[in-house]
Nanobody, 127 residues
Framework: QVQLLESGGGLVQAGDSLRLSCAASGRTASRYYMGWFRQAPGKERSYVAGTAWTGGNTYHAHYADSMRGRFTITRANAGNTLLLQMNALKPEDTAVYYC?????????????????WGQGTPVTVSS
């Protein structure tokens, strides 16, 4: 069982940066594939980025094509914390951002492949 708790969302202006954090609890959480999704009002939840455990204390990052460049995903705290650094934010980045985890290590953008979800943290970018 893995529990996920996001933090770091808020109201920012266009061009600002924000860092989201997701704390994972669970005996083997550090080995899980963990990722970020976001859901804008009236839209489906969509994949942002994820990290796969590759052994030891190393992780491989994976991004949705549209997320490359401005967003950086990393792990900290021996792999039990998932971070999302978001730079040059735009109003279209406004959404609730969710942390998710699954036991299998391969990247997947499908919401239904994830076993655990956080409660979400809202991000609002004003123009």
């Amino acid at each position: 069982q893995v529990q996920l708790l996001e933090s770091g969302g808020g109201l920012v202006q266009a061009g600002d940066s924000l860092r989201l954090s997701c704390a994972a609890s669970g005996r083997t959480a550090s080995r899980y594939y963990m990722g970020w999704f976001r859901q804008a009002p009236g839209k489906e939840r969509s994949y942002v980025a994820g990290t796969a455990w590759t052994g030891g204390n190393t992780y491989h990052a994976h991004y949705a094509d549209s997320m490359r460049g401005r967003f950086t995903i990393t792990r900290a705290n021996a792999g039990n914390t998932l971070l999302l650094q978001m730079n040059a934010l735009k109003p279209e980045d406004t959404a609730v951002y969710y942390c998710a985890a699954k036991s299998s290590g391969s990247p997947t953008t499908n919401v239904r492949d994830y076993d655990y979800w956080g409660q979400g943290t809202p991000v609002t970018v004003s123009s």
